[in-house]
Structures are given as structure tokens and as C-alpha cells.
């Protein structure tokens, strides 16, 4: 779904699917009550599709539409089609994050993990919540670990003598997402009632080089992508950041440690017109610490 989105590799992003879900259940955990049922949910950036069938859990009767930009990652999501246990439906579609619009108002529209692919989206938030049903919400999850060691390393042997000229400008700043107060402030002008918070899970991750097998699957393929075309080069790269990644990450006696910090904001439209009904909202924070955290992409 991301605009500035890389190849994606759904098997390789799978590896670890439960650590990657943990932000979408407790994002889940915070939506309230939907205005119509059967509702209709949106999930923008839907990914292998494995998320947006716990959709369908909280809302048996919705119907569900998931949407991404990823070829692979729909394929692999159609797995998940069809009529749910109480009388919905799941598919799923291709769509761009820029220009996508629903086709009809949509009760819920949720992005998990997806919005910090593409630059300048908290400008397409009023459009989005002008297209939800009165009393609908807009649910969001995003990384909010740019400045963490896992991404700033990246970017600094990306910008080093030896790595600049090939990837000049290929990897995301921590421009990419907002504070929780940018995202409050963007929501509650938009005519909405708005929870916003962060999380930090620290991730226990199994194996060797843990923390560069995570980002294989979501960070690291802009780099991938870009190096694809010369292997010896794109191996000396990941030779590179594996050593670096060892020294800030080492691995302990039951694995990794790996601080993964999250920001989420869940938005509700006002149920009668913004002329006659208020707007507020929340910024707060909280701590997760355990070893089967879990996360986004």
C-alpha cells in the first residue's frame, strides 16, 4: 500500500508475524463501537492480509476490505477471502494510499504500519474522515523508531564515503511519522474526538543476527531494492550492518532484545455535523515490556 514502498517479501515479513501483530490487536482493543451494522471497514495497507482477518473477529457481520499496493502482498492476503463465521465478508484490492477514496462511507478505515511509506499523510486525513460515516473512526498505528539504532546505523553506512552515491536519498528520515502531539494536532482539526498514545515493546527475537532478519523484512528493502541489480555489492552492505547491528543488539542467553517504539492514534468523527458538535482529544504514553511482543511492519 505504502507510496514510497519497496518490493515486499511476504514470507520474509512472516517470520515474525506474531511480534508484527501485537500493535494491531492493542490498537484494536482501543476502536469503540461502530455506527451501523453489518459496518463497512477499510484496512489501507493490509500487507499479507494475516491483521486484517482479526477485523472480522471484533465485527463478525462487517464488511471488509483490504487494501495494498504490493502484488505479493495481495496474492498472499487473497488467501483470506471470502464469507466469516458471522455472515460478513473479507476481500481484498489494490489501491494506492494517495489517491484512494472508498466507494461508499466507511464505518471504520484502519492503517497499521503503514502511513510512514508515505510522505505528507497526515494532509490526506481530512479527505479520509470527510468519507467516514457520522460517528466512524480512523485508526492508526506507525513505527516510531527512526532515531533507534536498528534505522540510524542504516543511515549512517548508507551516507558513508563508500555507500553515498548509490544510496543517496533512499532511506526514510524520522520525518517519516509525526510526534503523538502532531498526529492530536492534525486529528482534532480535522472535527475530531481523538485518542493518541505511544507504546515501546521490547521484542525478545530469537536466532543469529535477529534484529537484521527483522529489518530484512521491512526496513532494509529500500536498500535490497536498490543494490538488487549488483548481489556482491548488496551482500558487503548487509556485511557491513550486520556488524554494527551485533555491537547494538547483543544477543543474550533467551535472545535479542529489541526496544521497538510504536505511536497510535484512533480518531472518531463527530456523529452530527462539525458545526454542532465539539472536538478534543488525548496525547499520553505508555510502556510494554515482554517477551512475545509484537509489532508492525
Not at 185 to 212: F, R, S
Not at 237 to 248: G, I, K, Q, S, T
Amino acid at each position: 500500500m505504502p507510496a514510497t514502498a519497496p518490493t515486499w517479501d511476504p514470507a520474509q515479513y512472516l517470520r515474525h508475524a506474531g511480534h508484527r501483530a501485537r500493535p494491531f490487536t492493542d490498537l484494536l482493543a482501543r476502536i469503540p463501537d461502530l455506527p451501523a451494522d453489518p459496518p463497512r471497514i477499510a484496512d489501507l495497507g493490509c500487507g499479507p492480509g494475516n491483521v486484517t482477518v482479526l477485523l472480522a473477529d471484533r465485527w463478525p457481520t462487517a464488511r471488509i476490505t483490504g487494501y495494498d499496493n504490493s502484488p505479493r502482498m495481495l496474492e498472499r492476503a487473497r488467501q483470506y477471502a471470502g464469507p466469516t463465521s458471522g455472515g460478513g465478508h473479507l476481500d481484498f484490492a489494490p489501491a494506492d494510499a494517495r489517491s484512494w477514496t472508498p466507494d461508499e462511507p466507511c464505518d471504520l478505515l484502519v492503517s497499521n504500519a503503514t502511513l510512514q511509506w508515505v510522505p505528507g499523510h497526515a494532509d490526506l486525513f481530512p479527505g479520509w474522515i470527510d468519507r467516514l460515516a457520522p460517528g466512524g473512526t480512523l485508526a492508526l498505528q506507525v513505527p516510531g523508531n527512526f532515531d533507534a539504532p536498528s534505522h540510524r546505523l542504516m543511515r549512517e553506512l548508507a551516507d558513508s564515503r563508500r555507500w553515498r552515491e548509490r544510496l543517496a536519498g533512499v532511506l526514510r528520515h524520522d520525518d517519516a511519522v509525526l510526534t503523538p502531539e502532531g498526529y492530536l494536532a492534525h486529528l482534532t482539526a480535522a472535527g475530531c474526538t481523538a485518542d493518541v498514545w505511544e507504546t515501546t515493546y521490547v521484542h525478545l527475537l530469537p536466532g543469529d543476527d535477529a534484529v537484521l532478519d527483522w529489518v530484512r523484512g521491512t526496513g532494509l528493502r529500500p536498500v535490497l531494492d536498490a543494490l538488487d541489480d549488483d548481489p556482491a555489492a548488496r551482500d558487503a552492505f548487509v556485511d557491513e550492518y550486520r556488524a554494527v547491528l551485533r555491537a547494538a543488539y547483543p544477543a543474550q542467553a533467551h535472545g535479542t532484545p529489541f526496544p521497538f517504539r510504536r505511536v497510535f492514534a484512533v480518531a472518531r468523527k463527530p456523529e452530527r455535523s462539525a458545526g454542532s458538535a465539539g472536538s478534543g482529544g488525548s496525547a499520553g504514553s505508555a510502556g510494554s515490556v515482554g517477551p512475545a511482543g509484537e509489532a508492525g511492519r
